[in-house]
């Protein structure tokens, strides 16, 4: 059995994110001791794990909540998982795409500055010029 802190430690996640964990249903609410600390077995320390790396790679809390219900049922075909991860990869390749047009855009601003005075900065005149934004940024 962990205590909080420990399965903190072991797992890289903060106590309060734990906590958050917990109450939107993510962790299942721990055993609680007579002095009312949390006490968590190896299964919450292997689903902690499954939820932080599932947040490193992005996905929303929502499509991990659906994939440990899935996880629950082994024998299930994995076509659902499948397609949540599909649909995570189309909304990367989104933001990327987005992020690409982003770091354009800058380039360009930068490179039209001559770091001469403010009165002739380049960047705040672009800044200030609308007509070359596409609201993708």
């Known amino acids: 059995m962990y205590s909080i ?4 430690r072991r797992t ?3 106590v309060p994110t734990i906590r958050y964990y917990e109450q939107c249903g993510l962790m299942e609410a721990a055993e609680r001791t007579a002095g009312n600390q949390r006490r968590y077995d ?3 320390l292997e689903r902690l794990v499954f939820i932080r790396h599932a947040r490193e790679l992005g996905f929303p809390l929502e499509a991990i909540r659906d994939l440990i ?3 629950g049922h082994p024998a299930r075909p994995c076509a659902a998982a499948d397609r949540i991860a599909a649909d995570h990869l189309r909304a990367v390749r989104a933001r990327i795409a987005r992020l690409e047009r982003l770091e354009r855009e800058l380039a360009r601003i930068a490179a039209a500055c001559s770091a001469g005075s ?5 960047v705040l005149e672009a800044l200030a010029d609308h007509s070359h934004c596409t ?3």
């Open 69 to 71: 219900a899935l996880a």
């Open 42 to 44: 190896a299964a919450a």
């Open 5 to 8: 802190g420990t399965l903190a």
């Open 118 to 122: 403010v009165a002739e900065c380049r």
């Open 12 to 14: 890289g996640v903060k």
């Open 135 to 137: 609201g993708a940024h």
